[in-house]
């Protein structure tokens, strides 16, 4: 089974880069790879909340406006991708990430995942398109209205081509459960962390040469709501 391990936190608590607070932090994230290696399907850091932009589709032309989905002080900082045989699996790999000492992951089990992988040549830039809302029936796996919502993205995907990268669909809400570590203590807790806004239905790694472009590529995403947010090159 995959997992979607999201990442969230206090953005003010975090250590600024070229401290040695970061360097730690940094430090703890570089360790879970290697430990984790063979679990870590996919995953990448994210830029902070303010750099994103949230599109919300209507009767009309889609309402495009700078910042997150939901103004929270919990912010995603980032996901994994992680593979593992049982839930208890995706608990114990959640605990190693730093994010769960002073904030929070949440592990949402994973419909379907691919990824194209970056192709050689050229300059571009990579976003993470999360998808919000309010779950309805088309977020029910093996439900005609599920199939219906696969089709409009296959639809989606084949008209943007190379611009989508990597992508997942999720399990509902309700499947859940949030990992953090306090004092060397394990908290696990079914449902997503209370104070973040939700991803509901599952993202895209989208390709794009500017924020422009990707944002003409995240308006066709057949989605009430989109977070569009720039993926950290870490070390690029």
Same mark, same amino acid.
């Given at each position: #089974?995959?997992?979607? +391990?999201?990442?969230?936190?206090?953005?003010?608590?975090?250590?600024?880069?070229?401290?040695p607070e970061f360097d730690t932090m940094m430090q703890g994230y570089f =360790?879970?790879?290697?430990? +984790?290696?063979?679990?870590?399907?996919? %995953?990448?850091?994210?830029?902070?909340?303010?750099?994103?932009?949230?599109?919300?589709?209507?009767?009309?032309?889609?309402?495009?406006?700078?910042?997150?989905?939901?103004?929270?002080?919990? @912010?995603?900082?980032?996901?994994?991708?992680?593979?593992?045989?049982?839930?208890?699996?995706?608990?114990?790999?959640?605990?190693? /990430?730093?994010? @769960?000492?002073? %904030?929070?992951?949440?592990?949402?089990? #994973?419909?379907?995942?691919?990824?194209? %992988?970056?192709? &050689?040549?050229?300059?571009?830039?990579?976003?993470?398109?999360? /998808?919000?809302?309010?779950?309805?029936? %088309?977020?029910?796996?093996?439900?005609?209205?599920?199939?219906?919502?696969?089709?409009?993205?296959?639809?989606? #995907?084949?008209?943007?081509?190379?611009?989508? =990268? &990597?992508?997942?669909?999720?399990?509902?809400?309700?499947?859940?459960?949030?990992?953090?570590v306090r004092d060397g203590e394990v908290i696990v807790s079914d449902g997503?962390?209370?104070?973040?806004?939700?991803?509901?239905?599952?993202?895209?790694?989208?390709?794009?040469?500017?924020?422009?472009?990707?944002? +003409?590529?995240? =308006?066709? /995403?057949?989605?009430? @709501? /989109?977070?569009?947010?720039?993926? #950290?090159?870490?070390?690029?």
């Amino acid at each position: #089974m995959r997992y979607l +391990a999201l990442l969230g936190g206090d953005e003010s608590a975090n250590p600024a880069p070229e401290t040695p607070e970061f360097d730690t932090m940094m430090q703890g994230y570089f =360790r879970f790879g290697e430990t +984790a290696a063979d679990a870590i399907v996919g %995953g990448e850091a994210l830029e902070k909340a303010a750099t994103a932009t949230t599109i919300r589709h209507g009767d009309g032309e889609p309402l495009v406006t700078a910042g997150p989905y939901s103004e929270t002080v919990e @912010a995603l900082g980032g996901f994994y991708v992680l593979e593992a045989d049982t839930l208890d699996d995706a608990i114990e790999l959640a605990r190693q /990430i730093p994010a @769960a000492l002073d %904030g929070w992951v949440s592990l949402r089990p #994973m419909v379907e995942w691919f990824d194209r %992988g970056t192709p &050689a040549g050229g300059q571009a830039l990579r976003y993470v398109a999360f /998808i919000y809302g309010k779950e309805a029936e %088309g977020d029910q796996p093996d439900t005609p209205a599920w199939d219906e919502g696969v089709a409009a993205h296959q639809r989606f #995907m084949d008209a943007v081509g190379d611009a989508v =990268r &990597a992508g997942g669909a999720l399990h509902p809400i309700a499947t859940a459960t949030t990992v953090q570590v306090r004092d060397g203590e394990v908290i696990v807790s079914d449902g997503p962390f209370a104070e973040s806004a939700e991803v509901a239905g599952g993202f895209y790694v989208l390709r794009a040469t500017d924020q422009d472009a990707a944002l +003409a590529v995240a =308006r066709q /995403i057949p989605a009430v @709501a /989109i977070e569009l947010r720039p993926i #950290m090159e870490v070390g690029g």
